[in-house]
């Protein structure tokens, strides 16, 4: 996760701890992580899954308030063009391009939700949070990568 999370998302965070605390939950002692209930959707460029860019979403249940987000992408325009010249990736171009390359799956479009889904759970201790309670859609496919 990048450390530059942006200050609006922390007070997002700290109002949801604040909301908790209102219900009398609190952090586990021992770790500080507050149990939140949470929901996730995402959305895509387009339909079908064969999009190559799309944004998963943390939703907290009670408030509605999005609580983290990541944007997915298994394509760049600047790789993509390279590749269709034929220029080969070598490591010192990649070096320099990796800062400002779009892509940061490999994956197919039809698992990029779940890949979103998946990054998100796992850094959400980074937040002070663990997601122990899904409202979901019976998308058991994510729900799995999550588990
Ligand atoms: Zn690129």
């Known amino acids: 996760m990048d450390n530059q999370y942006p200050v ?16 009398d939950i609190l952090p586990e002692p021992t770790t500080g992580l507050l149990d939140i209930t949470d929901s996730y959707d995402g959305t895509w ?17 009670d408030k509605g308030f999005i609580i983290d987000q990541e944007v997915i992408s298994n394509f760049c325009h600047i790789c993509s063009s390279r590749e269709k010249r034929q220029l080969p990736a070598t490591p010192e171009w990649m ?7 779009n892509r940061n799956y490999t994956g197919t479009p ?19 949070l663990r997601y122990t309670t899904y409202v979901g859609d019976g998308d058991s496919s994510m729900y799995q990568a999550v588990q």
């Open 8 to 23: 609006r998302m922390k007070d997002v965070i700290s109002a949801v701890f604040t909301h908790y605390e209102s219900y």
């Open 45 to 61: 460029i387009t339909r079908g899954h064969s999009s190559h860019i799309g944004v998963g979403f943390v939703v907290e249940v």
């Open 95 to 101: 070096a320099r391009h990796a800062s400002s390359c």
């Open 110 to 128: 039809a698992s990029m939700g779940t890949e979103a889904a998946r990054r998100l759970w796992s850094w959400s201790t980074q937040l002070g």
